[in-house]
DNA sequence: CTGTTATTTCAGTAATTACTGAAATGACAG
DNA sequence: CTGTCATTTCAGTAATTACTGAAATAACAG
């Protein structure tokens, strides 16, 4: 690997979070470099600057597609093929997410829905039921959220963020003074 | 394995998903079977329930507990240890949320930081360096949020998920308002 | 067609990670 | 102390996953 001191601490970092998510080492690699780069580059530049072999390459940059992760691009007059990674970190996360959601969650809340269908044959049977029933509750409640505000834009989004915890307090304020309404009105007519 | 079979899906599916975590097989399934398991149980009742080993058993549970996604209970009169998992799921989103930001966001921002803080020695240095920096200020943007959030109540934050994207809505109408009012001051002023 | 260059596939191997059984440690009762 | 039961450690092995080089496929130019 002969890359400038500062790209390879990032590309070596992201290899070895690689990890700890379910992506591998080079995986994370490549991501980190076509992220960092100025521009495009085909398989062999990859090749080249981290020195692994042509064929794992292939593979990797295949696997970074499955997730969108990666862009092909075309250059005129050249037929190999570059990738970049998208400009937009927001939208990185938004595929991140969505790509997450699709491979870890939806499973999850498929099986629990069939689950849940079945008749219980047991005291142990119907207890766990219960349980499953309240994990698919809270997974069902955060994918509606993630269904909602995934489709903000960017801006929007970051509103709501820096907004935080905020929201509930405005919130609250807003019930006591509605609540204060309320019993004004059944005061008046009880 | 000899489980009910509505808990021996639930227990296959979790060992399942566990690899495309971080975590392995045999500890998604452990956690699922506390988890759905209506009292505590002690390792050899999990080496029994599952099939497996009683080291590799008292290897996952240390990993669990290294996760807090599994509490040490010990019943009177029985020196045996035993094992649940938290009753309240919102708890355990909780929790799996903060372990997974401790081990795969907060390592990733103090590389970022520490990379940031370099003098760029190149052109390339420095355009990896502006696109460190926009993937260190989204990854801050979103850790301040879950700072913000996580210290809200189940009841809050569940107001706030069913919230979802409403909320912007509403700040959008009120900014209108707001900066109608600024522009009717300003003309006034004007 | 033929030759050239780019990419992919895949069987074999290397590296890593998971799991086991045996031995060590610990915790306690008598 | 000694014996008993529970848990942990760890070296060896099994299983899985990652990676490579060689061969196959593909995409084109002439």
Redesign the pocket.
């Known amino acids: 690997m002969n890359l400038p001191p500062l790209v390879q601490s990032f590309v070596l970092h992201f290899g070895e979070m690689g990890?700890r998510w379910g992506i591998?080492?080079?995986?994370g690699q490549i991501y980190a470099l076509l992220y960092v780069s100025p521009e495009p580059l085909?398989?062999?530049q990859i090749v080249e600057a981290l020195g692994?072999?042509?064929?794992?390459v292939?593979?990797?940059?295949?696997e970074l597609q499955a997730w969108n992760l990666v862009l092909l691009k075309h250059l005129p007059d050249d037929?190999?093929?570059f990738f970049t990674t998208p400009d937009d970190v927001w939208q990185i996360l938004r595929t991140l997410a969505e790509e997450r959601k699709k491979r870890e969650v939806d499973p999850t809340l498929s099986v629990l829905r069939e689950i849940l269908m079945q008749q219980p044959a047991s005291d142990a049977e119907r207890h766990a039921q219960e349980r499953m029933s309240e994990m698919h509750g809270l997974i069902e409640r955060l994918t509606t959220w993630y269904e909602d505000v995934k489709q903000l834009e960017t801006d929007r989004l970051a509103t709501l963020l820096t907004l935080g915890a905020k929201v509930t307090k405005l919130l609250e304020a807003k019930d006591k003074i509605v609540s204060l309404g309320r019993s004004k009105r059944s005061t008046e007519k009880g």
């Open positions: 990890s591998n080492r080079t995986v085909n398989a062999d692994i072999s042509r064929s794992n292939s593979m990797s940059l295949r037929r190999r093929d």
